[in-house]
């Protein structure tokens, strides 16, 4: 008898050890929007306030890595993570692209130095990827903002930091920020500002490094508007960002244009729904924070619109709302939904 237990029991042990840690073996076929998101190996993705890269036929997400078990307040920032998907829904996890220096306290991405909403761009003439991030120094806390650059001959990396800079004209920089690539290739550089919180526009050089005209105001963007994410889409331009308050979600705010300079009309507030996780509706963000976004390739009209839902006491477990873009005219709209995918479009 002694001995049957003891066989059941290496048996049972045997078959968990084996199973511990499997990789996922099953394919979703929907999006879970504020559900737990796992990657292909059963693990949270952790790729936080990023954006997506089409590039051959795939997608890439790159994002914040956050070192797990930290908070924010205590250096959860690792690098910038990338996860790879051919279908916007299953994603695969291509490990940290971009890491902080834990061996250099002097590089400017040094280990304790906060690095957030990385957005990577491909350059058509030089084929370099690059990628942009807010980058506060090591030791000085949230007061200047410099726009990090890192770049990469893949979207995989590994990335090679390269330098920083000040943007807005302002000795304390800018801080949230989008990246948009209009359709002739120019790249620009939309922000607010510290410390006065206006929301400014400069275009980038030809090799997308630096800004390469002065910053303009846009004096139609509300002061202290943050997370901008930006859509083109048949002439009219699309903005969307928050209020600033911390990790915590905020109303959004809704601006169209027929021009990157101006004038931006101001739009009411675009979402509807209640997310029933977060308990919160349009008033609230469903509970997040606008990220970015993008077009879903050979499909008309299809786009998809990120946020991120904040776990400042533990970054690594943040989550992910994607939801698609509706639109009537001119205007978009974004519904909450418990589980949708491409068939929506």
């Known amino acids: 008898m002694k001995s049957i237990f003891i066989t059941v029991t290496i048996l049972l042990f045997t078959t968990f050890t084996a199973s511990f840690g499997q990789k996922k073996e099953t394919k979703e076929t929907d999006i879970f929007p504020g559900k737990e998101w796992l990657d292909n190996n059963g693990k949270h993705i952790n790729a936080h306030s990023g954006g997506i890269l089409f590039f051959n036929g795939v997608y890439y997400w790159h994002g914040e890595y956050k070192i797990e078990g930290r908070a924010e307040k205590d250096t959860a920032d690792g690098g910038i993570s990338c996860y790879t998907s051919t279908d916007l829904i299953n ?42 991030f807010k980058l506060f120094p090591r030791g000085e806390g949230y007061t200047t903002a410099y726009v990090g650059v890192a770049t990469a001959n893949s ?24 990246m948009f690539k209009d359709e002739d290739g120019s790249l620009y550089h939309l922000t607010v500002q510290k410390p006065h919180r206006d929301f400014y526009i400069a275009k980038m050089s030809s090799d997308y490094l630096l800004p390469v005209t002065d910053y303009k105001v846009l004096k139609d963007i509300q002061v202290s508007t943050e997370a901008p994410v ?21 109303v959004p705010r809704y601006y169209t244009s027929k021009s990157l300079q101006g004038p931006w009309t101001v739009q009411a507030n675009p979402l509807q729904g209640t997310n029933p996780i977060e308990g919160m509706g349009a008033e609230k963000t469903f509970g997040g924070q606008s990220t970015f976004i993008f077009p879903v390739q050979g499909l008309k009209d299809a786009y998809i619109i990120m946020f991120d839902i904040w776990k400042p006491d533990q970054a690594s477990e943040g989550g992910y709302i994607w939801l698609p873009l509706i639109f009537n005219h001119d205007k978009l709209s974004i519904k909450w939904m418990d589980k949708w995918n491409m068939g929506f479009f």
């Open 91 to 132: 994603w695969n996890d291509a490990g940290v692209v971009l890491s902080v220096d834990y061996d250099n306290p002097k590089s400017d991405i040094a280990y304790g130095c906060i690095l957030e909403r990385p957005k990577v761009v491909f350059n058509e003439k030089t084929r370099k990827f690059i990628a942009y």
């Open 155 to 178: 979207p995989l990396g590994p990335f090679t930091y390269s330098h920083k800079f000040l943007a807005c004209g302002s000795v304390n920089g800018s801080g949230d920020f989008a």
């Open 230 to 250: 930006i859509i083109k889409r048949n002439g009219t331009y699309h903005l969307i960002g928050s209020a600033s308050a911390g990790w915590a979600p905020t």
